[in-house]
Nanobody, 127 residues
Framework: QAQLVESGGGSVQAGGSLRLSCAAS????????MGWFRQAPGKEREGVAA????????AYADSVKGRFTISQDKAKSTVYLQMNSLKPEDTAMYYC????????????????????YGQGTQVTVSS
């Protein structure tokens, strides 16, 4: 069973930064799409950022473009999300996700069925 373990969440003030990490295990890393979703209380889950693990292609939600950067360390099967200029509306539970199989382009992660998900890490941004 694939495992995705997130870390790096926390509480910051508006304008601050956080870096999330997601370590993948028990799955073939390369060739998938991996990334991050978030869900705030009372809202639907939304895709935030995605990366193609077989290359360097990335995709972002419009709400985070220019502020968030997704990256990966293929040797460690780990995906990162660097979040800068955080806003109170970024407050949510952030979930790491990986497609169940091969995937491209990375934006496909946001609509793929049967993704694997981590347990989530809370990000809270205060004004």
């Amino acid at each position: 069973q694939a495992q995705l373990v997130e870390s790096g969440g926390g509480s910051v003030q508006a304008g601050g930064s956080l870096r999330l990490s997601c370590a993948a295990s028990a799955l073939t890393y390369s060739g998938r799409c991996m990334g991050w979703f978030r869900q705030a209380p009372g809202k639907e889950r939304e895709g935030v950022a995605a990366i193609y693990t077989g290359g360097s292609a990335t995709a972002y939600a419009d709400s985070v473009k220019g502020r968030f950067t997704i990256s990966q360390d293929k040797a460690k099967s780990t995906v990162y999300l660097q979040m800068n200029s955080l806003k109170p509306e970024d407050t949510a539970m952030y979930y790491c996700a990986a497609t169940a199989g091969l995937c491209f382009p990375p934006l496909s992660l946001f609509s793929a069925e049967n993704n694997f998900y981590g347990q989530g890490t809370q990000v809270t941004v205060s004004s």
